[in-house]
């Protein structure tokens, strides 16, 4: 059983441009998560998705950031005209229950 | 600010001896979980401690929960160089389903 699978590992960005973030969850798992982390910082949480619905954004900016997790596919963070407050490490996580989260390797975001 | 607060913020010992972190939260929680992350990886889970568990240990590792006082210690025993990491606390806050992390603990242990 693969682990999470997030791509790409490093993404780099000029200021206005997009950024998608792609997050294959573990098999069977329907619950998953978005964190972002700062250098010498904690992650903080963004998003949780279950199939097609949006759980909890509370801690998504409202402008430019959104995110989704199809019926098929991988879940998508999508970056509207990055800036360079987002570079960042965004990391993904699933997990089948209410517990333990699987984290993927994550994605360096760099905007220059 | 922040659930989970870790202390101490770093921390240097040399091979052998034992690790031990801390990490306080604000409000009542389900579980709490430890993590550990390598410089520029992924994060690693460690162990999960549940609000009516008061100690675990996994190999050399031993958590404790103290729910009254809302704290939580990581101890490491017998540290070798291939510790050295981050070690993040994060609490799965009664009614939400997302992590709350702490900023972590950089430990570095001297071979």
């Known amino acids: 059983n693969a682990g999470v699978m997030q791509n790409p590992r490093h993404l780099v960005r000029r200021r206005g441009q997009e950024a998608r973030l792609r997050c294959s969850p573990m098999k069977g798992h329907s619950h998953v998560y978005w964190y972002r982390q700062l250098p010498e910082e904690g992650l903080k949480f963004m998003v949780y998705?279950?199939?097609?619905?949006?759980?909890?954004e509370s801690g998504m900016p409202k402008e430019r950031f959104s995110a989704e997790f199809p019926k098929e596919g991988p879940s998508i963070l999508r970056i509207q005209q990055v800036v360079r407050g987002d570079s960042a490490a965004y990391f993904c996580?699933?997990?089948?229950?209410?517990?333990?989260?699987?984290f993927g390797p994550g994605t360096r975001l760099t905007v220059t | 600010s922040q659930q989970g607060e870790e202390d101490p913020q770093a921390l240097s010992i040399q091979e052998g001896e034992n690790a031990t972190m801390n990490c306080s939260y604000k409000t009542s929680i389900n579980n709490l979980q430890w993590y550990r992350q390598n410089s520029g990886r992924g994060l690693v889970h460690l162990i999960l401690i549940r609000s009516n568990e008061r100690e675990k240990h996994s190999g050399r590792l031993r958590v404790t929960l103290d729910t009254s006082k809302k704290s939580s210690s990581l101890l490491i025993t017998a540290s070798r160089a291939a510790d050295t990491a981050s070690y993040f606390c994060a609490t799965d806050v009664t009614g939400r389903r997302a992590l709350t992390f702490g900023s972590g603990t950089r430990l570095q242990v001297q071979p």
């Open positions: 998705l279950q199939k097609e619905n949006i759980i909890d």
């Open positions: 996580a699933s997990s089948p229950t209410q517990y333990e989260q699987y």
